[in-house]
């Protein structure tokens, strides 16, 4: 069942960043991504200058960039779409390496990468340099909505969990000579997430009555 | 003296129709270890989750120390019957042990400094103290199964119902835990397909068939009647015979009348 290790997004460290309270980062996070979002996209030297602050906090961090940079791979379908705006958008058209792009189609490609990237890479950082438990602490009080709260921890416990499962899944088809990634074998795929998502509801009501077995009213005690 | 446990005539299907209960009776008292046996599907875990009012009986009734399972008094039900159930992660729920076992006595109205007294000591019974900052699910099986144990003890339960305690535990975790529950001052119904289990901890043993008790005596007898063995699918494990290791002596292995 669960896993010896700890959190993937999670990097452990003692740096000043690891140990600001978390929902001074919560909201230094929320900050820096609501200025990004409303930078108008031609500023480009503004960008770099955000750009530039996030590398000193992940300097500071001491987490590794190679380890940020794995799990930037999150961004790609984005990345992907951004790159095709260029060739699709109309517009007065610019010659680039020799293919004709759309000039707004550019401007607007390079206005989502860069907040996308700024916001993935800031959240990311977020992720690594705090313990999901002080994430959801912080969150609390900054008055989050509880049951919201709520449901983001129990997501964490049973993430684990779930993960488990669903391995377990695959390599049980794995056995029975199914490939899960051969687009032949999908349907199956798709009816294992069908069932993954059956018993994780089970698990759901079976969690429930626990819960019931000891008390729970519908508030978490505090 | 007012049995811990009292249920009459509990009868009870599931939504779909399928009659899991037929007419129960059963009588625990204060202190016995009584062990429940059944095959698959018997009712054994249909049977528990009525004990503290999760399911509701279709006809008959169950009292906790004479106090009867109904919807008013389920709060003082579910802190005097204390279930541990199968899967430790269907129990384990919050990010740290401590939080877990604080859980159950939390939602009784318990802060600060007793709160933590109590968490303490009940992580002290199981031997998991030292685990207290760690989150469940980074805990191993059997280490998870007595935290599951702990968050139940520490809403000081007049009852301990355990489904399946032994499962999963390779034979050291099993014997630890045997120990631990051996050790505790409390009344204990135990459902177990572990038939050596059963006859080491609990003097006692109740078979439920098909939705009724068919069996209700000392474990030795029980475990040595082989035409109720053969007729309700019960199975001594391989090397296993209860008549070699002989009958568990001590003062406790007599069932008490009644
Ligand atoms: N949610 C449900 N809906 C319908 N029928 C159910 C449900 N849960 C259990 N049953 C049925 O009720 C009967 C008793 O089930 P129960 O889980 O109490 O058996 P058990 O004695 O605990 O078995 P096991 O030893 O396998 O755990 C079984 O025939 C089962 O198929
Ligand atoms: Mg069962």
């Given at each position: 069942?669960g896993?010896?290790?700890g959190h ?123 313990e999901p438990a002080d994430?959801l602490a ?15 921890g129990f997501?964490i416990r ?62 978490m005690?505090? | ?91 384990l729920f919050m990010g740290s042990v401590r939080d877990d076992v604080a859980f159950?006595?939390a ?8 709160l933590e007294?109590?968490v303490l000591?009940a992580l002290?019974?199981?031997?998991m103290a030292d685990f207290r900052d760690r989150p469940p699910h980074h805990l191993?099986?059997?280490q998870r199964?007595?935290v599951?144990?702990a968050t139940?003890?520490a ?104």
């Amino acid at each position: 069942m669960g896993s010896g290790h700890g959190h993937r997004l999670h990097y452990h460290g003692h740096s000043p960043l690891h140990r600001a309270p978390a929902h001074l980062k919560l909201v230094g996070l929320l900050g820096f991504a609501l200025v990004v979002v409303l930078t108008p996209r031609e500023w480009y030297a503004v960008y770099a200058g955000y750009l530039a602050v996030l590398l000193v906090a992940v300097r500071i961090s001491r987490v590794p960039p190679t380890y940020l940079l794995k799990r930037m791979v999150v961004e790609v379908p984005f990345v992907v779409f951004a790159v095709l705006v260029p060739f699709v958008a109309t517009g007065p058209r610019v010659d680039v390496l020799g293919l004709s792009l759309s000039e707004p189609g550019l401007v607007a490609a390079f206005g989502l990468l860069a907040k996308g990237t700024l916001g993935v890479l800031a959240s990311l950082l977020l992720a690594a340099t705090t313990e999901p438990a002080d994430l959801l602490a912080g969150l609390e009080r900054l008055h989050a909505p509880e049951l919201l709260v709520q449901i983001m921890g129990f997501m964490i416990r049973y993430l684990d969990v779930v993960t488990g499962e669903l391995g377990r899944m695959l390599v049980a088809m794995r056995s029975r000579g199914v490939d899960p990634r051969s687009p032949r074998h999908w349907p199956v795929l798709a009816r294992t997430l069908g069932a993954l998502f059956v018993r994780s509801f089970e698990r759901g009501e079976r969690v429930h009555l626990a819960m019931l077995s000891r008390g729970y009213t519908g508030r978490m005690p505090r | 003296m007012t049995p811990v446990l009292d249920v009459r005539g509990l009868a009870y299907a599931y939504p779909d129709g399928h009659a899991a209960l037929r007419g129960v009776d059963l009588h625990v008292h204060a202190g016995e270890r009584v062990a429940l046996l059944g095959p698959n599907g018997a009712g054994k875990t249909t049977l528990v989750l009525h004990l503290n009012g999760i399911h509701t009986p279709e006809s008959g009734t169950v009292a906790v120390s004479g106090l009867p399972v109904e919807k008013e008094h389920l709060a003082e039900i579910r802190r005097r019957v204390g279930i541990v159930f199968q899967d430790p992660d269907d129990q384990l729920f919050m990010g740290s042990v401590r939080d877990d076992v604080a859980f159950g006595p939390a939602n009784l109205g318990l802060r600060g400094e007793a709160l933590e007294q109590r968490v303490l000591e009940a992580l002290d019974q199981v031997g998991m103290a030292d685990f207290r900052d760690r989150p469940p699910h980074h805990l191993s099986f059997g280490q998870r199964r007595r935290v599951a144990v702990a968050t139940v003890l520490a809403m000081r339960p007049e009852i301990l119902v355990l489904d399946e305690p032994s499962s999963n535990l390779d034979p050291a975790s099993r014997r630890e835990l045997a120990d631990i529950l051996r050790g505790l001052d409390v009344t204990v119904l135990m459902v177990t397909h572990d038939l050596p289990y059963a006859l080491e901890l609990c003097p006692r043993a109740v078979v439920l068939s098909e939705g009724r008790v068919v069996a209700d005596g000392a474990t030795y007898d029980v475990l040595t009647d082989d035409a109720l063995m053969r007729a309700h699918r019960l199975e001594l494990p391989f090397g296993f015979d209860p008549r070699v290791t002989g009958r568990p002596t001590g003062p406790e292995s007599a069932p008490p009348a009644g």
